[in-house]
């Protein structure tokens, strides 16, 4: 073969091959998120070779979307928000320790595994009244004695309270 038969490729010496170089940009979460909560919930924990309708107790029930309408309602600002119309909940981060099954209207229920006890956590995403709120839920698996209402009182397992902010994002 001549040389000027061959291609450009074929003429350019291998120690001088042409390297190409693209400029590679993040790809942003089209998601802006307006506000982060923590939740505290005690959860009690699933015995083994107790029946499984244990978990049925409303102590596993959690829904992110009356979590946000009762911050805004107690620490944010003076609003009730329907937690029960055109809400979204999305589990973004499941926990290590259990499972979250959906079950209706953005009702979630926490199982933790049979014997754990401990922290546990799940984080939701949560749309609401045009606004997006990240969701963080900190379980603490406890032998017993988790009764709704408890998470504000108990300062040892839920030292922030039920609620607290933990970021809003800049305008």
Known sequence: MSISAMTNA??????????????????????????????????????????????????????????????????????????TKNVTATMLTAPKHGTVKEEWNHNFRYLPLPGFLGPDSAIFLVGIEGLTVKTVYYFKVIDGGAIGGTEDQDKKNCPKGSLWKITSQPK
């Open 10 to 83: 074929e003429q350019i010496p291998p120690q001088f091959s042409g390297v190409k170089i693209t400029q590679v940009t993040q790809v942003q979460d089209a998601t802006k998120i307006d506000l982060s909560i923590g939740v505290c919930q005690l959860i009690n924990s699933i015995s083994e070779g107790r029946g499984v309708d244990q978990w049925k107790s409303p102590t596993y029930a959690i829904n992110p979307a009356q979590e946000v309408s009762g911050y805004f309602s107690k620490i944010g600002n003076p609003k009730w928000f329907d937690y």
